[in-house]
């Protein structure tokens, strides 16, 4: 939901990130070419990835905020790491600080271009590595109101695209597209995103569940700007719109070339993460 690499930020939650190129994407504002609706929204998230592209690694600290629907708050201290991956989906891995009861848990994530992806948690307190089942992906992270799905990068071959309108909102402007997951087992029947027209970051999703009834509701908002390229979101808050519960998420410390690489994102390094 980049429509960035959010994992890799927010877990990237919520960027257009992959390895993608198109004949659409052409010198000319999207605003100016004649382009089907589903072309269009196919251009809008190919050109989020490329002006995102190429920030190699990075890492940050965050702080999780769940709360109820009446209003009672846990917070959670974790940190992220995650690596960019030509040809593929970028890694990342999450470690939690804190508190006691989920020191030490840390998740991995393979992302991928269309297939699902792969997730692994370590749990300290069994010593062990669990694998996520795909059909699981559904399922709350950490019992906030994130998915599994949430958490990996956003691929732009993971979905079919659409272009809805333009929406002004406090005077800035705004491109409203539709997309769809090309998995099946996914969650999510639509996505609905609020993309930046200047700077193509992501404003807000709103996610269907398989019912096609809206579920939840994601903004990002508080972005800065890093290496003088990569815009990333200082918080993202994501209701629930069912259960009434809400999950906000606090970066800080972004850091890039921190000297990662691939073999950092293993089973094996999970189990050694801290």
Do not use: C
Request: charge should be positive; charged fraction near 30%; hydrophobic fraction near 35%.
């Amino acid at each position: 939901m980049k429509l960035t690499h959010t994992f890799t930020t927010a877990l990237a939650l919520i960027f257009f990130a992959g390895q993608f190129s198109s004949p659409i994407l052409a010198a000319e504002p999207l605003s100016a070419q004649e382009l089907s609706a589903e072309q269009k929204g196919l251009a809008i998230a190919t050109k989020a990835y490329e002006i995102d592209k190429g920030w190699g690694d990075s890492s940050s600290t965050m702080q999780m905020i769940l709360r109820k629907k009446k209003g009672q708050e846990r917070t959670r201290e974790m940190r992220s790491r995650s690596i960019e991956i030509v040809g593929d989906g970028d890694r990342g891995i999450i470690i939690f600080d804190d508190p006691a009861d989920v020191k030490g848990t840390a998740m991995l994530t393979h992302s991928h271009k269309v297939e699902s992806d792969d997730q692994w948690l370590f749990l300290p307190d069994l010593k062990r590595v669990k694998r996520i089942s795909s059909s699981n992906k559904s399922g709350a992270f950490m019992s906030s109101e994130f998915a599994y799905e949430d958490m990996g990068s956003q691929e732009v071959e993971k979905y079919t695209y659409r272009f809805i309108r333009d929406e002004n909102i406090d005077g800035r402007d705004y491109f409203v597209i539709e997309r769809k997951p090309v998995d099946r087992k996914s969650g999510y029947t639509k996505q609905i995103t609020w993309i930046d027209q200047e700077t193509y970051r992501m404003h807000r999703v709103e996610f269907y569940d398989r019912k096609s009834a809206l579920l939840k509701t994601l903004n990002a908002s508080e972005y800065k700007l890093y290496l003088d390229k990569y815009w990333r979101p200082g918080r993202m808050d994501m209701q629930n719109h069912i259960t009434g519960k809400s999950t906000t998420l606090l970066f800080k410390d972004y850091q890039f070339a921190n000297g990662f690489e691939e073999k950092d994102f293993t089973k094996t390094s999970l189990k050694k993460a801290k």
